[in-house]
């Protein structure tokens, strides 16, 4: 069965610095990688996938996650934060074959003037 | 506006009681979700529609009942509520293919008193 392990569950980080929000997951099969982010009191809106070919996906708004098979993981980042980007970031996995996408718990990601 | 609308938005009833909570979305999509979020913001994968007909239900209790009556719609009925159904519930939908993004809906909050 597949699973996802966000090992952070806050990250606190200063603005215009870089953050990391790191992604693990456990899967015997191929898998697609997601990462989405949550704003207070909406909904989970995408912020970047990984399907195939290039490891390294980025999205509008600066971020950046590489899939990396041998550490299972999909690491995200973002070279410079802003306080708008304070949030809760979700990564998710769906394996081949499946539609449901099973999620790690969570990183609160605060970021402080 | 294109997207995944649920009814209501805040939900606050007693224990023993019977709700719905209704779903639609309008992005053209064939396979819909609910998924509960925990007070500890972890998402969990309850049931899931393709073209109207159930493909994932998760161990959840059989007071949960998810109808379908066609492809854009999906209501999600909880009988003798507890006070641990108390969430938020969110409806997501997506296309078929496999590794296809979710699009969230804005969420219910349920409170169980």
């Known amino acids: 069965a597949q699973s996802v392990t966000q090992l952070d569950s806050q990250v606190p980080v200063f603005e215009e610095a870089p953050v990391e929000l790191r992604c693990n997951y456990s899967s015997s099969v191929s898998v697609y990688l997601f990462w989405y982010v949550q704003y207070p009191n909406q909904g989970l809106q995408l912020l970047l996938k990984y399907l195939s070919g290039s490891t390294l996906v980025e999205s509008i708004n600066g971020f950046e996650a590489e899939f990396n098979k041998s550490q299972t993981s999909f690491h995200l980042r973002k070279p410079s934060v802003h306080i708008s980007d304070t949030a809760e970031y979700f990564c998710a996995v769906s394996e081949a074959g499946r539609r449901a996408l099973t999620f790690g718990s969570g990183t609160r990601l605060q970021v402080q003037p | 506006d294109t997207a995944v609308s649920q009814t209501p938005k805040y939900l606050v009833t007693q224990m023993g009681n019977d709700k719905s909570i209704k779903c639609e979305q309008n992005l053209g999509h064939d396979t819909m979700y609910w998924y509960k979020q925990d007070s500890k913001k972890f998402l969990k994968i309850m049931f899931s529609y393709n073209n109207k007909e159930l493909i994932i239900n998760e161990t959840v209790p059989n007071r949960f009942s998810p109808k379908s009556p066609d492809k854009a719609h999906l209501n999600l009925h909880i009988n003798s509520l507890e006070l641990g159904d108390s969430a938020v519930y969110f409806c997501?939908?997506?296309?078929?293919?496999?590794?296809?993004?979710?699009?969230f809906g804005n969420g219910t909050r349920l409170t169980v008193t």
């Open positions: 997501a939908s997506s296309l078929t293919p496999p590794g296809s993004p979710l699009h």
